[in-house]
């Protein structure tokens, strides 16, 4: 189980690791475990209380990151050289540590133990003066050595040397030259002289214009000094690769006592990370106890805003073992338990507590059953999964533990669930932990009332304002509140008479006092569902048109004959003089009924089919035809 997930200790992890600046203070603090030892874990409540006062006296203490370094190490001991960069990356950890060491050292004015870890440090002066006197702004100084000096200002000579030749030759030859000024091409200096003067300046042609009407050439009077340029350039790269090799060298012979600096760097940074989240937490030292006791005053959850958060007073050990929490949803019960436990896992660990006043023993191990913990992918349903957890707890657990669980017995049949959250506390009870747990069942109140070292507490609730008030009464049993709730609310008598009657019998009703008289549910005007209606005129358009009928076609107004009656889309079929048409039947008048231009059972295919259609008609009237009747269109 991950008990730092689910109550929350992991964030907490997440903002002190914000505060470490080394990496391995940063994972350090992501697995730090819980001491055991009375001795050590006092030692380490300490250091915190040390930490903290003097970032209040001194400020933040001068660290930085160092991973770097230990790459940088790892180089020289393999043999190589440092670049530069490197030799000035270790000088300035050297400066880090000389600044730390003073740091530490006004820290003695105050008489804090944690000062002394000053004279575990040591800014190996002497090869940071060597690293800052011989290199400078990512390079070797030319004042690193006397023969360095010389020979850069042999090569600046030589430069010279060659700028003036150059400019000499550009001079006497104006009128060769493409350009006013010399130029370098692939490392050289050249003369930009124009096509057709190349042969009239003697030299070497080392590139020449994208046109190619301009050739750039080392005169050969420059050309001499290039040559005795690179060999002082050989020279120079010699004598900087001594110098950095013997930095180097140095760096290497100063190797162990360098890593025991930064040993100590970066548990310093765990240690004063640990006074940065006491400071932001506003917490204090606790008092560390092994005679099973838990006593906060004014605890709140580290997490929660201190400006807002409703302070906890809890007490548990002496004579009791386990408290039986209860109060109406969303009154404060889980996070009371959470910041129980929460505040005794960071003293634990070594950390100051959110509390006013805390007095904390130290456990073997925390167990904890919080929340849905729903799993489907195992196929667990809520109930299985508390009852898994449960189990897994119970087989943990021992008379050093501390157990909390929240809403005990949950997710199944009430009865069923009280009788198994019964014999979940009997358990408990038995292992002599200590625990804490919430529930809504009124027998398990009962069970608490008659079990020696169990007791009842309840969290507060505001009848007025009908808002939890998140305050903790331990001894007093608590209730859910829900009937008062939904009286207030609005909830009618006769409903609450049967919820009341269901939940504790029909005699709890005449005990019940009732927030107001007798009331019913005003029922609103709501959204009604429209149906698709059934055409009431599908009868009366089928027999509003006959065939034969005269009728007047619009907007044409064209006189034409029904020759297909309407169908059950409203569309009827008109014989015009020349075709047949479709049309809606809005778009049709009566003009003259059939009854009144034709006689009794007149055959209207004379006039609607052709003669042809007619015959074959006939013909399978009288005997079986493969004659096919071809239709109008």
């Known amino acids: 189980m991950n008990i730092d997930k689910q109550i929350e200790f992991d964030k907490v992890k997440e903002i002190w690791a914000d505060l470490a600046i080394t990496d391995w203070a940063k994972k350090k603090i992501r697995e730090v475990s819980l001491c055991f030892s009375e001795n050590e874990l006092r030692k380490k409540l300490r250091d915190t209380t040390d930490a903290r006062d003097l970032i209040e006296k001194l400020g933040t203490p001068p660290l930085q990151n160092i991973s770097e370094?230990?790459?940088?190490?790892?180089?020289?001991?393999?043999?190589?050289?440092?670049?530069?960069?490197?030799?000035?990356?270790?000088?300035?950890?050297?400066?880090?540590?000389?600044?730390?060491?003073?740091?530490?050292?006004?820290?003695?004015?105050?008489?804090?133990?944690?000062?002394?870890?000053?004279?575990?440090?040591?800014?190996?002066?002497?090869?940071?003066?060597?690293?800052?006197?011989k290199i400078r702004n990512g390079a070797v100084d030319d004042y690193a050595s006397k023969e360095l000096v010389q020979i850069r200002n042999q090569i600046s000579k030589c430069e010279e040397q060659m700028k003036q030749k150059a400019e000499q030759?550009?001079?006497?030859?104006?009128?060769?030259?493409?350009?006013?000024?010399?130029?370098?091409?692939?490392?050289?200096?050249?003369?930009?002289?124009?096509?057709?003067?190349?042969?009239?300046?003697?030299?070497?042609?080392?590139?020449?214009?994208?046109?190619?009407?301009?050739?750039?050439?080392?005169?050969?009077?420059?050309?001499?000094?290039?040559?005795?340029?690179q060999l002082l350039k050989i020279d120079e790269e010699n004598e900087v690769y001594r110098i950095l090799y013997t930095l180097s060298a140095y760096v290497l012979a100063s190797a162990p006592v360098l890593n025991e600096n930064l040993i100590m760097l970066e548990k310093l940074d765990f240690i004063f990370s640990k006074g940065k989240l006491s400071i932001d937490m506003d917490a204090i030292e606790p008092a560390i106890n092994t005679e099973r006791r838990i006593k906060l005053?004014?605890?709140?959850h580290p997490l929660m805003d201190k400006t807002i958060a409703v302070p906890l007073q809890f007490d548990i050990g002496e004579n009791v073992r386990g408290i039986i929490i209860t109060g109406p949803n969303t009154g404060g019960k889980t996070v009371a338990i959470k910041t129980v436990m929460l505040n005794s896992i960071m003293a634990q660990c070594g950390l100051h507590v959110t509390c006013k006043q805390a007095d904390i023993c130290m456990n073997?191990?925390?167990?904890?059953?919080?929340?849905?913990?729903?799993?489907?992918?195992?196929?667990?349903?809520?109930?299985?999964?508390?009852?898994?957890?449960?189990?897994?707890?119970?087989?943990?657990?021992?008379?050093?533990?501390?157990?909390?669980?929240?809403e005990l017995?949950?997710?199944?049949?009430?009865?069923?669930?009280?009788?198994?959250?019964?014999?979940?506390?009997?358990?408990?009870?038995?292992s002599n932990a200590l625990f804490l747990v919430t529930t809504h069942y009124p027998e398990v109140k009962e069970y608490a009332d008659r079990t020696e070292g169990i007791i009842n507490a309840r969290m507060t609730f505001d009848k007025e304002t009908l808002l939890p008030t998140y305050q903790m009464i331990i001894g007093e049993a608590g209730e859910s509140c829900a009937f008062y709730i939904a009286d207030r609310l609005g909830m009618p008598n006769e409903m609450l008479k049967v919820a009341i009657g269901a939940a504790y019998g029909e005699d709890a009703i005449a005990f019940y006092k009732f927030q107001k008289s007798e009331s019913t549910i005003i029922k609103r005007n709501t959204t009604k569902i429209s149906k698709a209606k059934t055409p009431s005129n599908k009868r009366s358009l089928s027999i509003k048109y006959n065939i034969g009928d005269s009728v007047m076609v619009y907007p044409e107004k064209k006189i034409g004959i029904v020759c297909e009656p309407i169908n059950e889309k409203g569309v009827l079929r008109v014989q015009l003089p020349n075709k047949k048409i479709w049309i809606n039947h809005k778009r049709v008048k009566l003009h003259v009924a059939a009854t009144e231009l034709y006689p009794e059972d007149y055959d209207f295919s004379i006039i609607f089919e052709t003669v042809e259609n007619r015959k074959k008609r006939h013909d399978m009237q009288r005997k079986y035809t493969d004659a096919v009747i071809e239709s109008e269109e």
Do not use: W
């Open 69 to 133: 370094i230990k790459d940088i190490l790892l180089i020289v001991e393999k043999g190589d050289c440092l670049t530069p960069y490197q030799l000035e990356r270790v000088e300035k950890v050297l400066v880090a540590i000389k600044r730390l060491k003073d740091y530490l050292e006004r820290g003695k004015l105050y008489n804090n133990s944690l000062a002394y870890y000053e004279e575990n440090l040591d800014s190996i002066s002497e090869l940071r003066e060597e690293i800052c006197s």
């Open 169 to 229: 030759i550009m001079r006497s030859h104006k009128e060769c030259m493409a350009d006013s000024y010399c130029t370098f091409r692939n490392g050289r200096i050249c003369l930009p002289v124009k096509k057709e003067y190349k042969l009239k300046i003697s030299g070497s042609i080392i590139d020449k214009s994208s046109t190619g009407s301009t050739f750039f050439i080392e005169p050969t009077g420059v050309a001499k000094y290039y040559e005795e340029l």
């Open 364 to 406: 073997s191990s925390y167990l904890c059953d919080i929340g849905d913990g729903q799993n489907l992918s195992e196929n667990l349903s809520t109930f299985s999964a508390h009852i898994t957890n449960v189990l897994e707890v119970l087989s943990e657990v021992s008379k050093d533990s501390f157990v909390i669980m929240d």
């Open 297 to 300: 005053s004014g605890a709140r």
């Open 409 to 430: 017995g949950s997710g199944t049949d009430p009865t069923e669930g009280m009788g198994i959250a019964i014999a979940i506390l009997e358990e408990l009870r038995k």
